[in-house]
């Protein structure tokens, strides 16, 4: 498996070799990785955020706290990567990162990850060799971290020794090992996955529409997995500003309800699974205006007729797909969701409550709970690429059954 589509998360913190990291970006990014950049605020001594935002075409996080009253969220950096690589890593960070010191955004990243962690040290050769680096450096080792050893030469000190951090070169070639050694089972070889993402807008007038806040992370992760898996996915997403980059995801882009079930039903005889996590709107604008609506009265009517139930649909037609439904609920959720798992004839929903913190439409992460005919499983609130592991790894035990 190759990093294209990789998530690399990369903490800079205050050394000379920091403007190696230039270069590093560029490789990732070239060979297809997202890179997401932090910096501790020494860091900013020695390369612009302008700089590394530039390469990674990303923004670059040094605080906790942005000037517009909100925060950067280490806990949503951390659950996002796939890899994290702290370099360089000068003593001071690794020491606070051995040592839970948690006094900045990229510590507190570090210590929210569960990805593996890549330590790239760099210092003068006198630092390096000092007993607290050597015990500080073992230390990250036996909390499993990988430590890519400093190389030996000319160090910016004009000293010769071992402290120079290993080549960009080097470290990708670590990392493209790493990825390409934990290649995925390919448990879904041959299967054709249907998911359908995002919200669908309901159109008023040549400029307005009804709409939700779905962002379409869930489908997008969804539709990822199941191609790491060995799936053909066809991905029907409404209006969203989620892209994919994947050759064995087809993705058809649609506008509203009824152009999203055109789309599933031109597919839906060829698949074998079909996960419905599209939030569909339920109503639409009976009349839909030919000119701009003009501001006149003090208050305007709208009539709205029912969309079809695109799951529902699903569920008639059922002939030998296996359907996921996804359920939103914010009240008396678990007798909704088995409801709706009955009335709509699905093998399987995934219910996410409002009331559950870090759940739902807008965020990177999702707590779910699944229920079959017969089974209930709880899990804990995690990424929303996690949650499609889990979602995925569900589907693929029912279909043993
Ligand atoms: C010019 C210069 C170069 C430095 N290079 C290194 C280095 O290569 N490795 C290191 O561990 N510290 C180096 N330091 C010291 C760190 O910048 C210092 O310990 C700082 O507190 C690190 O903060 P941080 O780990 O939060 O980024 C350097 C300092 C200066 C002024």
């Known amino acids: 498996m190759s990093i294209s589509g990789k998530k690399i998360l990369i903490a800079i913190s205050g050394g000379i070799a920091a403007y190696k990291i230039h270069f590093l970006i560029r490789d990732f990014v070239k060979k297809g990785a ?19 935002s530039t390469l990674s075409k990303k923004p670059v996080y040094t605080d906790f706290y942005s000037d517009n009253g909100t925060w950067n969220s280490h806990v949503e950096l951390a659950l996002w990567a796939d890899v994290m690589i702290v370099a360089p890593c000068t003593a001071n960070t690794l020491s606070k990162m051995v040592h839970g010191m948690c006094d900045n955004l990229v510590i507190a ?41 400093a190389e030996s030469g000319e160090l910016a000190s004009g000293l010769i020794g071992q402290g120079r951090m290993a080549e960009p070169e080097t470290i990708s ?3 493209d090992h790493f990825f390409n050694s ?46 790491k ?38 597919f839906y005889d060829t698949i074998d699974i ?51 439904g996804f359920a939103l609920e914010t009240q008396n959720e678990e007798d909704n969701a088995k409801g709706k ?22 965020n990177d992460t999702n707590k779910i709970k699944i229920f079959t005919r017969t089974e209930k499983k709880e899990f804990d609130l995690k990424s929303k690429d996690e949650v ?9 035990a029912q279909l043993l059954k």
């Open 34 to 52: 997202e890179v997401q950049v932090i910096m501790t605020p020494d860091a900013e001594q020695f390369v612009t955020k302008l700089s590394i």
């Open 229 to 266: 898996r060995g799936a053909k996915v066809i991905l029907i997403s409404g209006p969203t500003a989620q892209t994919i980059n994947d050759k064995n995801v087809e993705l058809h882009k649609i506008t509203s309800a009824k152009e999203m079930l055109a789309k599933v039903f031109e």
């Open 173 to 175: 070639n670590t990392i």
């Open 341 to 362: 798992l009955e009335k709509k004839n699905l093998d399987m929903i995934v219910l996410n409550s409002l009331r559950d913190e870090g759940a739902g439409f807008k």
């Open 388 to 396: 499609a592991k889990d979602i995925l790894n569900f589907v693929e």
């Open 274 to 324: 079909g996960i419905a996590s599209a939030a569909v709107a339920d109503y639409a604008p009976k009349e839909v205006a030919k000119e701009k609506i003009k501001k006149n009265d003090e208050n305007l009517t709208l009539e709205l007729v029912k969309n079809p139930d695109i799951l529902k649909t699903m569920g008639e037609k059922k002939t030998h797909q296996f359907l996921v």
């Open 109 to 149: 990243t570090y210590m929210s990850a569960k990805c593996p962690v890549f330590i790239a040290p760099a210092m003068d050769l006198d630092m390096y060799m000092h007993p607290s680096t050597r015990k500080n450096l073992e230390m990250a080792e036996s909390f499993g971290h990988v430590v890519i050893p």
């Open 182 to 227: 934990h290649q995925e089972a390919q448990t879904l070889q041959g299967k054709v996955v249907l998911i359908t993402a995002g919200p669908t807008y309901e159109a008023l007038d040549p400029v307005r529409f009804i709409g939700n806040h779905s962002s379409g992370k869930m489908g997008f992760s969804l539709a990822e997995e199941a191609s």
